[in-house]
């Protein structure tokens, strides 16, 4: 049974399996001519989201036809093309050609997670004790379409990471004259307005000594992202140790929940012979 529904999995394996260079079966260099022939792209492919599916280690998802060494190799190929990168702003060009993408309002802001043993993107979590954890700075947009994530450490402030995801919006093109920027009270400083008039961007902005529930205004679409981001276990509990791999598996997410997100849209404005008849995906 696939970890994803095929209606999802199929359409952006299609798009991956564009962006991947094309190799030989064997290696052409190989001395003796009678190297083991290369594992298919689409059966590794398969066992990378099924660990960003359910989370586990390499160990445990691999079968006889797949190591987990060969799954760790090729993942750290494909994070250096940046193909799960090239993949999301893809399926965001989609959306926007067939949706359209709501610039008007913008929406921030973080979430930490458990990311146990040390690594590029660690810090001690406020939430847990000290333990161990991630923060991811999410950007996205009216509708709650994630536009950019950044990964740090779960020590680290809301506040700086502003900047770092508000400059996600330069790979998506020309932008709205006019652009509302929601934020949650931890942003509420006068650097984070500063930055906003500087761009350009008018703030919305909860006040702190305010109750959250009287000011929650259009900010609840990010945590809803949050939460279908949190629906996969490697982002949950994060175990890599590399920042480019962490990136890989944040956009790969990404890219799914945007492609999902369009299929969900797109099946009552559009027909096409395998279009879903229900809002779950099969």
């Known amino acids: 049974m696939p970890a994803l529904p095929v209606s999802l999995l199929e359409p952006v394996w299609e798009q991956v399996s564009a962006l991947l260079p094309a190799h030989p079966v064997v290696s052409p260099t190989h001395p003796l001519g009678c190297h083991r022939r290369r594992i298919p792209d689409r059966v590794v492919f398969t066992h990378v989201v ?15 036809g797949c190591s987990a060494r060969t799954i760790r190799r090729r993942v750290e190929e494909w994070a250096a093309a940046g193909v799960s990168v090239t993949l999301h702003l893809i399926a ?35 939430v847990d004790r000290g333990k161990q954890g991630m923060k991811r700075s999410l950007l996205t947009d009216g509708a709650g379409v994630p536009l950019h994530l950044v990964a740090v450490g779960a020590n680290r402030h809301d506040g700086p990471l502003l900047g770092p995801t508000l400059a996600g919006l330069a790979k998506l093109g020309p932008l ?27 703030g919305a902005i909860a006040r702190k000594g305010l109750p959250a529930p009287r000011q929650v205004g259009r900010r609840w679409v990010v945590e809803r992202t949050h939460a279908w981001l949190n629906g996969y276990g ?12 962490i990136d890989f598996y944040l956009f790969l997410a990404a890219a ?23 809002r779950r995906l099969r």
Not at 186 to 199: C, F, H, I, K, W
Not at 260 to 271: G, K, P, S, V
């Open 50 to 64: 099924d660990a960003l599916v359910h989370g586990s280690g390499y160990e445990r998802i691999a079968t006889p």
């Open 92 to 126: 965001l060009a989609c959306y926007d050609r067939m949706i359209g993408l709501e610039l008007t309002d913008l929406v921030v802001d973080g979430c930490i997670t458990k990311a146990p043993g040390t690594g590029e993107t660690r810090g001690r979590s406020p």
């Open 176 to 202: 709205p004259p006019a652009i509302t920027v929601h934020l949650d009270r931890g942003d509420d400083s006068a650097v984070t307005r500063t930055l906003l008039e500087n761009l350009g961007f008018a």
């Open 234 to 245: 490697k982002l949950r509990r994060c175990t890599e140790r590399k920042a480019a791999i």
């Open 256 to 278: 799914l929940v945007v492609t999902q997100m369009l299929i969900d849209r797109a099946r009552t404005l559009y027909r096409w012979p395998t279009r879903p008849t229900t």
